[in-house]
Protein backbone atom coordinates (compact mmCIF):
# COMPACT_ATOMS: atom_id res chain seq x y z
CA UNK A 1 0.00 0.00 0.00
CA UNK A 2 1.27 3.31 -0.93
CA UNK A 3 1.65 6.04 1.89
CA UNK A 4 0.03 6.08 5.47
CA UNK A 5 -3.06 4.34 5.33
CA UNK A 6 -6.35 3.77 7.77
CA UNK A 7 -7.04 0.26 8.61
CA UNK A 8 -11.22 -0.75 9.47
CA UNK A 9 -12.83 -3.06 10.45
CA UNK A 10 -15.91 -3.97 8.00
CA UNK A 11 -18.92 -5.59 9.31
CA UNK A 12 -23.07 -6.21 9.64
CA UNK A 13 -25.51 -7.99 10.89
CA UNK A 14 -24.72 -8.96 15.14
CA UNK A 15 -28.20 -8.92 15.87
CA UNK A 16 -26.54 -8.01 18.95
CA UNK A 17 -24.43 -10.24 19.90
CA UNK A 18 -20.49 -9.48 18.04
CA UNK A 19 -18.27 -12.39 17.64
CA UNK A 20 -15.46 -12.26 19.75
CA UNK A 21 -12.92 -13.24 17.51
CA UNK A 22 -14.04 -10.48 15.55
CA UNK A 23 -13.96 -7.94 18.55
CA UNK A 24 -10.21 -9.28 18.51
CA UNK A 25 -9.41 -7.93 14.94
CA UNK A 26 -11.47 -4.61 15.98
CA UNK A 27 -8.19 -4.11 18.41
CA UNK A 28 -5.73 -3.39 15.24
CA UNK A 29 -8.22 -1.21 13.30
CA UNK A 30 -8.25 2.31 14.28
CA UNK A 31 -11.80 2.51 13.11
CA UNK A 32 -14.90 -0.51 12.86
CA UNK A 33 -17.55 0.26 10.45
CA UNK A 34 -21.13 -1.27 10.70
CA UNK A 35 -23.70 -1.83 8.11
CA UNK A 36 -26.79 -2.57 10.14
CA UNK A 37 -28.37 -4.84 11.91
CA UNK A 38 -26.49 -3.74 14.81
CA UNK A 39 -29.07 -5.03 17.21
CA UNK A 40 -27.54 -3.88 20.81
CA UNK A 41 -25.71 -0.99 21.84
CA UNK A 42 -23.41 -3.45 24.15
CA UNK A 43 -22.08 -4.00 20.22
CA UNK A 44 -21.24 -0.66 20.03
CA UNK A 45 -19.16 -0.33 23.02
CA UNK A 46 -17.68 -3.15 22.89
CA UNK A 47 -16.14 -1.96 19.01
CA UNK A 48 -15.41 1.20 20.72
CA UNK A 49 -13.67 0.16 23.08
CA UNK A 50 -11.19 -2.02 20.51
CA UNK A 51 -11.26 -0.12 17.93
CA UNK A 52 -11.54 3.74 19.12
CA UNK A 53 -13.46 4.77 16.83
CA UNK A 54 -17.17 3.36 15.54
CA UNK A 55 -19.32 4.28 12.97
CA UNK A 56 -22.81 2.66 12.45
CA UNK A 57 -25.79 2.58 10.17
CA UNK A 58 -29.49 1.39 11.25
CA UNK A 59 -30.49 -2.36 9.26
CA UNK A 60 -34.65 -3.39 9.21
CA UNK A 61 -33.74 -4.89 12.64
CA UNK A 62 -32.66 -1.63 14.23
CA UNK A 63 -35.82 -0.78 16.24
CA UNK A 64 -37.28 -0.20 19.46
CA UNK A 65 -38.96 -3.49 19.69
CA UNK A 66 -36.01 -5.48 19.05
CA UNK A 67 -33.02 -2.91 20.20
CA UNK A 68 -31.10 -3.93 23.52
CA UNK A 69 -30.21 -0.87 25.04
CA UNK A 70 -30.35 2.64 25.95
CA UNK A 71 -32.85 3.90 22.43
CA UNK A 72 -30.61 6.86 22.20
CA UNK A 73 -28.26 4.44 20.86
CA UNK A 74 -30.65 3.61 18.59
CA UNK A 75 -31.86 6.42 17.60
CA UNK A 76 -28.33 8.08 16.13
CA UNK A 77 -28.53 5.79 13.86
CA UNK A 78 -28.46 7.22 10.28
CA UNK A 79 -29.96 4.99 7.60
CA UNK A 80 -26.84 5.66 5.44
CA UNK A 81 -22.83 7.17 6.23
CA UNK A 82 -20.45 8.41 3.51
CA UNK A 83 -17.00 7.83 5.59
CA UNK A 84 -14.09 9.59 3.69
CA UNK A 85 -11.04 7.37 3.76
CA UNK A 86 -7.64 7.92 2.39
CA UNK A 87 -8.23 7.38 -1.65
CA UNK A 88 -11.67 7.39 -1.63
CA UNK A 89 -15.27 7.61 -0.01
CA UNK A 90 -16.98 4.29 1.58
CA UNK A 91 -20.58 4.69 1.44
CA UNK A 92 -22.25 2.17 4.25
CA UNK A 93 -26.12 1.45 4.08
CA UNK A 94 -27.73 -1.52 5.06
CA UNK A 95 -29.41 -2.53 1.37
CA UNK A 96 -32.96 -3.60 2.95
CA UNK A 97 -34.19 -0.68 0.82
CA UNK A 98 -32.33 -2.31 -2.59
CA UNK A 99 -34.47 -5.71 -3.77
CA UNK A 100 -32.02 -8.78 -4.29
CA UNK A 101 -32.92 -8.22 -7.66
CA UNK A 102 -29.79 -6.19 -9.44
CA UNK A 103 -28.70 -4.96 -5.96
CA UNK A 104 -25.25 -4.44 -7.30
CA UNK A 105 -26.37 -2.22 -10.02
CA UNK A 106 -29.09 -0.57 -8.15
CA UNK A 107 -25.97 0.94 -5.37
CA UNK A 108 -23.19 1.31 -7.78
CA UNK A 109 -26.20 3.50 -9.39
CA UNK A 110 -27.07 5.01 -6.22
CA UNK A 111 -23.35 5.90 -5.33
CA UNK A 112 -21.21 6.54 -8.26
CA UNK A 113 -18.91 8.59 -6.74
CA UNK A 114 -17.78 6.27 -4.45
CA UNK A 115 -14.85 3.91 -4.17
CA UNK A 116 -17.04 1.09 -2.15
CA UNK A 117 -20.42 0.42 -0.97
CA UNK A 118 -20.65 -1.14 2.13
CA UNK A 119 -23.92 -3.23 2.48
CA UNK A 120 -25.14 -6.08 5.00
CA UNK A 121 -28.31 -7.46 4.97
CA UNK A 122 -27.95 -10.72 3.24
CA UNK A 123 -25.63 -12.33 5.97
CA UNK A 124 -23.47 -13.47 2.78
CA UNK A 125 -19.86 -12.66 2.68
CA UNK A 126 -19.27 -10.88 -0.53
CA UNK A 127 -16.35 -8.97 -2.32
CA UNK A 128 -17.43 -7.63 -5.83
CA UNK A 129 -14.75 -5.90 -6.95
CA UNK A 130 -15.84 -5.16 -10.69
CA UNK A 131 -16.57 -2.19 -11.90
CA UNK A 132 -16.15 1.42 -9.49
CA UNK A 133 -17.56 1.23 -6.67
CA UNK A 134 -16.88 -1.68 -5.19
CA UNK A 135 -19.81 -3.51 -3.25
CA UNK A 136 -18.82 -5.66 0.33
CA UNK A 137 -20.96 -7.24 2.12
CA UNK A 138 -19.11 -8.46 5.13
CA UNK A 139 -21.61 -11.36 6.38
CA UNK A 140 -22.55 -12.15 9.32
CA UNK A 141 -20.73 -11.30 12.66
CA UNK A 142 -22.94 -12.35 14.69
CA UNK A 143 -24.99 -15.73 15.49
CA UNK A 144 -26.93 -15.53 13.28
CA UNK A 145 -27.66 -16.75 10.06
CA UNK A 146 -23.84 -17.29 9.08
CA UNK A 147 -23.73 -19.33 6.36
CA UNK A 148 -20.17 -21.34 7.23
CA UNK A 149 -19.42 -18.94 10.22
CA UNK A 150 -19.06 -15.25 11.44
CA UNK A 151 -17.39 -13.39 8.81
CA UNK A 152 -16.02 -9.66 8.64
CA UNK A 153 -13.64 -7.67 6.23
CA UNK A 154 -10.75 -5.91 6.93
CA UNK A 155 -10.19 -3.46 4.63
CA UNK A 156 -6.66 -1.41 4.45
CA UNK A 157 -7.11 2.19 2.89
CA UNK A 158 -4.22 4.12 1.27
CA UNK A 159 -4.17 7.04 -0.70
CA UNK A 160 -2.88 4.86 -3.80
CA UNK A 161 -4.21 1.87 -2.69
CA UNK A 162 -7.54 0.13 -1.08
CA UNK A 163 -6.70 -3.94 -0.11
CA UNK A 164 -9.79 -6.31 1.65
CA UNK A 165 -8.97 -9.24 3.33
CA UNK A 166 -12.00 -11.54 4.17
CA UNK A 167 -12.16 -12.91 7.42
CA UNK A 168 -14.11 -16.19 8.44
CA UNK A 169 -14.33 -18.34 11.54
CA UNK A 170 -15.20 -21.58 12.23
CA UNK A 171 -18.57 -21.41 14.08
CA UNK A 172 -18.68 -21.97 18.21
CA UNK A 173 -20.26 -24.66 19.79
CA UNK A 174 -22.95 -23.62 22.68
CA UNK A 175 -19.60 -23.70 25.16
CA UNK A 176 -17.80 -21.60 22.61
CA UNK A 177 -15.90 -24.23 21.37
CA UNK A 178 -15.54 -24.72 17.38
CA UNK A 179 -18.22 -27.19 16.35
Do not use: Y
Not at 7 to 27: C, F, M, N, Y
Not at 87 to 109: D, F, K, N
Not at 113 to 125: E, F, I, M, Q
Amino acid sequence: MNGPGTRVLLLADTHGALDPRIAELAQDCTLAVHAGDVGASAVLEKLAMDAGRVLAVRGNNDVAGKWLGALADLAALPERLEVPLPGGILVVEHGHRQPAARRHARLRAAHPTARAVLCGHSHRLLQDLAPAPWLLNPGAAGPARTHGGPSCLVLEAGGGDWQITAHRFPVLGRAGRRS
